[in-house]
């Protein structure tokens, strides 16, 4: 039985997630601390993420605890997860994945469908923009930043009719009765990674591999490794609208979704769809560059 900190980011939907890993962790007879910390991501909340370095900004000083060992293992968002980590970091497991949905928040209008022309609607993901435009050419999309709750409280304070972000992160923090409509992947593609946790160490540190192991998902971890690669293939990065999104199917092999928007919203969405085995990381990566070649075409 080991002694685990935990470093983390101290924003409400970060510290759910370290508990609940923590809890994970307890269960398994460790004992657990958390090392809470402030990340330029969470302090720059004027600009859009895409301008100011990318999801990197999240991840950088969680590092550096790990780097000087006053931390062992970091919780992060997949999908805030840099495609390749920094030398001498390796991601160690996926956990079992929330709901992948994009989600509409609105306190008078019960779906996308029902807003009003012209309605305005708060996003700052590029894909969400994209994804949205060409469900609702007529809407008026507009920045949103911030952690959860700031951007519920800007919704309430009533600067937008309705917001879309991700239902894992009001689900995690019990704010599920504020979902009005969950957008199945086919409606809204969800970014790579949405929905699920990933966890950080040093390379050097293979120690801790085994003690995450009843941790990992295998399903989920060989699924995020495919949407992934998508971005690693196609550079990606939040300044890129790009959407991946694979699922198991009931045959045994996985489907990959990747769409790739325009960021000026002229030309048309580009998609591809691709299925195969992919039993082991390697072949979920083949499957991941495939539809990232697909949408290069
Ligand atoms: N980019 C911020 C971020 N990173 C992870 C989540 C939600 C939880 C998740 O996807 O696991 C969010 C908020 C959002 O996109 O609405």
Not at 103 to 108: E, H, I, K, T
Not at 178 to 206: K, V, Y
Request: glycine fraction near 8%.
């Amino acid at each position: 039985m080991s002694n685990i900190v935990i470093a983390t980011r101290e924003s409400r939907l970060a510290m759910w997630q370290a508990e609940h890993v923590k809890a994970l962790l307890q269960e398994q007879g460790h004992a657990v601390e958390l090392l809470g910390m402030t990340t330029r991501g969470d302090q720059i909340l004027d600009r859009s993420l895409s301008k100011v370095g990318g999801k990197g900004l999240f991840v950088k000083e969680l590092e550096l605890a790990l780097e000087e060992g006053r931390a062992d293992i970091a919780v992060h968002s997949l999908k805030d997860v840099p495609m390749d980590l920094p030398e001498g970091f390796m991601l160690a497991c996926v956990l079992e994945r929330e709901d992948p949905r994009d989600a509409l928040v609105s306190p008078r209008h019960a779906s996308l469908a029902e807003l009003p022309q012209g309605a305005v609607v708060g996003t700052s993901s590029l894909r969400r923009v994209v994804l949205l435009r060409a469900l609702r050419p007529d809407l008026r999309i507009e920045p949103l930043r911030g952690n959860l709750d700031t951007r519920l409280r800007k919704l309430d304070e009533g600067q937008y009719d309705a917001i879309v972000l991700a239902a894992a992160g009001l689900k995690r923090l019990g704010l599920e009765d504020r979902i009005r409509e969950c957008f199945e992947p086919d409606t809204m593609l969800p970014a790579a990674g949405q929905g699920a946790l990933g966890i950080e160490i040093r390379s050097d540190r293979a120690d801790l591999l085994a003690l995450l192991a009843p941790l990992d998902s295998r399903a989920d971890a060989l699924a995020t490794a495919a949407e992934r690669a998508v971005s690693r293939a196609m550079g990606g990065s939040c300044s890129m609208p790009l959407a991946a999104h694979a699922r198991w199917q009931p045959d045994g092999r996985l489907r990959i979704d990747a769409a790739l928007g325009d960021p000026e919203g002229t030309a048309p969405l580009l998609q591809a769809q691709l299925v195969a085995e992919a039993g082991d990381p390697a072949q979920a990566t083949a499957l991941g560059e495939a539809a990232a070649r697909l949408l290069q075409k």
